[in-house]
């Protein structure tokens, strides 16, 4: 990962909105990094799409995310859809540098 990369956010957004997104950035680097239940990161998807109702932009955040940070939304969302609840989801590090 590298060690200094902004998030990407709407300045339209409120304070509230930015704090969901960004807890959801956040818990895709946990996934990449150590683990996070599934519940807890859909939890966390589920606002984020809240904030992001349109599919097109919610892809555009996750390609400068992935783009900044080398984490995928996308994948760490694919692999906690097949798990239970509860269950650990830890996505290997396969990204690009």
């Given at each position: 990962?590298?060690d200094?990369y902004s998030?990407?956010?709407?300045?339209?957004?409120?304070?509230?909105?930015?704090?969901?997104?960004?807890?959801?950035y956040?818990?895709v680097?946990?996934?990449?990094?150590?683990?996070?239940?599934?519940?807890?990161?859909?939890q966390?998807?589920?606002?984020?799409?809240?904030?992001?109702?349109?599919?097109?932009?919610?892809?555009r955040l996750?390609?400068?995310?992935?783009?900044?940070?080398?984490?995928?939304?996308?994948?760490?969302?694919?692999?906690c859809?097949?798990?239970?609840n509860?269950e650990?989801?830890?996505?290997?590090?396969?990204?690009?540098?």
């Amino acid at each position: 990962m590298q060690d200094n990369y902004s998030y990407p956010l709407d300045t339209d957004w409120t304070k509230e909105d930015m704090v969901k997104v960004v807890s959801l950035y956040n818990a895709v680097e946990k996934a990449y990094e150590s683990s996070i239940k599934s519940d807890e990161f859909l939890q966390k998807y589920r606002a984020f799409q809240e904030v992001v109702p349109m599919k097109m932009e919610q892809k555009r955040l996750d390609k400068e995310f992935e783009l900044q940070s080398g984490y995928s939304i996308y994948q760490v969302f694919k692999k906690c859809r097949t798990m239970k609840n509860g269950e650990k989801v830890r996505i290997h590090n396969e990204r690009r540098q």
